[in-house]
């Protein structure tokens, strides 16, 4: 009976992580609200291709794309979008990021890695080519070009409880496909 069957927000399909499913017309109200004003705190953890400065924001405005409209893109008339990102680890090849979210665009995180020139592993719509890799090993190449989905990780989210007042905090493990993709190319680094 709650509309979008409570779900406050949504993952891109093929992310892995956490979201927000509110049990009551009031809770989803308030949950919905929290989104607007920014109040709800979404971090993220991305593999990247190669290696971006140790950490940065990037600030800018995103919309469709004038052509393809199902993919969003950097236009500097669109609507603001702020990314938080901080390099945790690196292997010869790539960088495993965390990523703080300011504004909530569509596809926002992929298409902000896209335009400093690191896009997510494994993301069909947004990667162009495979920078970093032109001196990769072959078996890191084929971990990385096996991968069968954006290498993106919802791992926390941060809100204040809707019945209780509180804030409340949840976070899941990287997901397995994830993880092990992580643990292989750490392996063909040594």
Same mark, same amino acid.
């Given at each position: 009976?709650? =509309? ?45 291709? /190669? !290696? ?6 990037? +600030?800018? =405005?995103?919309?469709? !794309?004038?052509?393809? *409209? ?50 997510? @592993? /494994? ?5 162009? /080519?495979? =920078?970093?890799? /032109? ?13 069968? *989905? ?6 926390? #989210?941060? #809100?204040? !409880?809707? +019945?209780?007042?509180?804030? @409340?905090?949840?976070? @899941? ?18």
């Amino acid at each position: 009976e709650i =509309p979008r069957a409570g779900i406050v927000h949504r993952l891109d399909k093929d992310t892995s992580g956490v979201i927000a499913v509110a049990r009551s017309l009031k809770a989803q109200a308030n949950l919905v609200k929290q989104l607007k004003d920014r109040s709800m705190s979404r971090q993220y953890s991305a593999l990247v291709y /190669g !290696h971006p400065s140790k950490e940065g924001t990037i +600030d800018a =405005p995103m919309d469709r !794309h004038r052509l393809q *409209r199902t993919k969003m893109a950097v236009v500097y008339s669109g609507k603001p979008a702020i990314t938080h990102y901080r390099v945790s680890e690196t292997t010869a090849h790539c960088a495993w990021v965390d990523v703080k979210l300011e504004t909530g665009r569509t596809h926002q995180i992929r298409v902000h890695m896209t335009h400093i020139g690191h896009p997510l @592993v /494994g993301d069909p719509v947004y990667r162009q /080519g495979r =920078p970093g890799l /032109g001196n990769a090993t072959e078996e890191a190449r084929i971990f990385i070009d096996r991968f069968p *989905r954006q290498a993106l990780h919802a791992r926390n #989210l941060g #809100l204040i !409880h809707p +019945d209780s007042g509180e804030a @409340v905090e949840f976070e @899941v493990p990287v997901a397995p496909d994830l993880d092990e993709l992580l643990m292989s190319l750490r392996q063909v680094d040594v």
